[in-house]
C-alpha cells in the first residue's frame, strides 16, 4: 500500500468501499486510569472536581501491582486501537513499589506498559516522567509515593536503562517528561530539559490545566507557568505542552514562537471541568496540534480530534475556528507521532474504514478527509495495520476477548466490580 | 420485557452481555441537511459563517423534489436509528414546490418525511412549522418561498390536514412550530401558539441561536426574543426553545418558570458555532432538558446528550455542572418524548447495547447508566426494538443497504457526488 500512495503528505483515499488513512498517535495517556471510567460521574463520589477526581485517581494508583497494570494498560490500548489509534505516547509516572520504595528492577512498571502496548499491537513512546514533590509547600499524599524520583540522576538512569533496552525496537520510543511545574522544582526542569535536548528525546509537560496550578506558579516563583519555562529557554521544538489552557499572550507567543507542540486532550479536559485552551492564537502564534485521550474517559479518536476545532468555534462563536479537515488530520497523525519521537513512522501504520458506515456514506470525493474527521465513529474503523501487522480486523482488536477478561478480572480483583 | 422492568422511571439494566435502556429521542431534526455533511467544511466554500452556511442549505433546500427528500430523511432516520434513537421530532419548514407554489396535496412533503421515518422505524412527531418572512426588513429568498405561509390559516389548515389523516397512529403525532421571531411576526406568533395550546400540541420554536438574531429583535420590538415570547404569554409547559443560547438573566428565569423544555443540539450548536447556552442556569431555573441532532452534522446520540454536561463544565470550570447520568438519561429519552407529544411511548421502545464493547467494558453495575451516558459510542448499539418492531439488529438497521443506495443515488442525482 505505502508503494502506491503519495505518502509525504498525510491523506486519505478511497479502495472500493473502503477509506484509507494514516494511523493515529494518542499523544498523551494515562493508561491506567482507564479503570476510572464511569466511576466519577456523580457529586457524591469524591470526584466533585478535578482535585478530588485526582484523589480517587490516587486511591487507584495507590492499589496497583504490575499485573493489574498491564492488563488495565492492555485493554485501554486494545480501545484505543479499535477506534483507529496506532501509536500512543504513555505519560508515565507511575515508578516505584506501594510504599514508595524503587523496585528491584527499577523499570518494571514502564516495562509493563510498554508491554501492553506491544501485546495490544500499538507503537509505544514511553514518556519517563519526573515527580518530585506534591507542589511547592505540599506534604507528600501517600498515592505520590509510587511517583516520586529521589533525584534527577535516578530519573535519568531510568531513561538510559530503558533506551538501552529497547534501543533499535521501531514499536518503542523513550522519551521524557517533567510532570508539572507543580511537581518538579525549577532546576530540576532545567536537568530534565537539558538531558532530552542533548539527545533529541521529546520532553513532555503538564501545563496550565487548572488555574490553581497557575496561581500556585505565580506565588512560587513570580511568573505564570509558560512564563517560567520560556525564562528557562525549556521551550522548543521538542517540548509539547499538555492542556495548554490557561495562557495570557504573551504565553501564546512564547509557545508559538519556539514551535513547541500543544497537546489537547479535550475529551478528558471536558470531563475535568479544565475550561477553553486559546486553540486558534496558538495555532497562528505557530504552535503545531496533536492530541491524547488522557484519562481515557472516553475513547474515540475522531471525536477527540474534531473537539479541537468544534470547542474553538463554540468559544469564539464563529464557523471556522482553528483548521480545515486536512490540517486536523496532519495534527492527529504526522504531529502526533513527531511529538512521541515517532518521526514519519505514521507512514507504515493504517487504518481502513468501511466507506458504507452510516457516518461515512456516500461522501465527496474530493472532500473525503472532512467527512471522516467531522463523523466518523468508531463503528467506521474496519481494518488497523501498524508497522504491517492487522491488529484490528472487521473492527475487532485481534485479541479483544483476551484483553476485555484480563480487564475484567483486574477490575474485580481491585474491587472495582 | 416491558412487563419485569420498572417503566416508572428511564432506568438502565443488565440482562447477560446486554445493557438495555429505553430509546432516545431526538426532538429538533431537519433530516434533509443530513445531504450537507461533510461538505460545509471548507472556508472557501460558500459556508464560513452560520449565514453563509444557511445559504448553502438553501441550496439544497430549493432542487429536492419529493423522492429526493424521501431518500435523504430515510437515511438520516437510519442512521439515527443506528445510535439507539427511537423518536424523531421533525422540525419540517419545507412545504412547496420549487417556486412556492403549494402542491395540490398540500401536505406532500411533510407526509414525505413522515413515510421516511416509517419505513426506517422510528417514531416521528411532525413539528408542521409556520414561515411567513425572511425577516423584519428581509426580502424573501428564492429558497425561501418553499417555506413560506401565505397565511395562518394555510399553516393550520395544513396541521388539521395531519392531524386528521394520522389520527390514533401510535408512530406518528403532530406537533406545531414558528420557526423564529425573524420569520414569524409577533401577531402570527400569538395565533399559532394559541391553537397549540388549545389541542395541548407541542410548540417548538428555534430561539435565540445566534447573537444578530437576538439584535434584529430589539431593533424590531425593543425586546430580546424569550423577553418578547414572555411578555406574549407564549411561554409555557408545552413549549419547546431550541438552542436557547443567547439568554440574559431574566430569560433565564422566564423559561424556567414557565418549565418549558430547552432543546439542546451541541453537536450542530458546536458546528455552526453558535456558543455556549447558559445550561446549568437554565435547568437551575426550572426548564426542562431534551436534546437533537438537529443538521445531522455528526450523528452520535450518545455525545450529543454527554455533550450537554460536558460542555457546561468547560463554559463553568467545574467538574460537575448540569446533571447527573440518570438525569441525563432522562433528557434523553422521557422529557425527549415528552417534548415531542409521545408522553410516554419511551417506555415501549427499548436499546440493547453490548455490555462487552470496549466502551462498556466492567462497568460498576450500579453505575451502568454513568458508564452509557459518558462513554459509549454508537459502536456499542446491538438491537433497537420500536413499538415492538426490531429495526436494528447486530448494530445494523434491517432495511440499511436499502437505505443507503437510496442516499447514494438522490447525492449523485442532485450533483454531489
Redesign the interface.
Known sequence: MIDEMDTREPSVSRRGNRIIMPGMASVHSHAFQRAL???T???ATE????W??RRLMYTLAERLDPDDLFHISR?AF??LA??GVTAVGEFHYLHHDRDGTPYEDRTLLAETVIRAAREAGLRIALIRTGYFRAGWRGALEPAQRRFCDASVEDALRDVETLQRRFAGDPMVRIGLAAHSVRAVPRPYIMELMAYARERALPFHMHVSEQ?REVDECIEEYGLRPVALLDRMGALGEQFVAVHATHLNNDEIRALGGARAFVCLCRTT????????PPTRPLVQAGARLCVGADSH????AF?EI?AVE??E??R??????VA??PELLRAATQHGYQAIGMDDAWRDDWVALNA?D??L?????E?LV??????A???AVDEVTIAGRKVVIE?THIH?EDA?RG??MT?RKLG??
Open positions: 471510567r464511569g466511576r460521574q456523580r457529586r470526584a466533585g472536581s478535578f478530588s477526581w485493554f486494545v480501545e479499535m477506534s488555574r479536559e471536558r470531563d475535568l471541568g479544565d475550561g477553553f474517559a472516553s475513547s474515540d471525536e474534531r468544534l470547542d468555534r463554540s469564539l462563536e464563529v464557523r471556522h475556528a480545515e479537515a458504507d452510516p457516518s456514506a456516500s461522501l465527496n470525493e472532500l472532512d467527512g471522516l474527521i467531522f463523523a465513529t468508531p463503528r473492527g479483544y476485555r480487564y475484567e477490575l472495582f466490580l
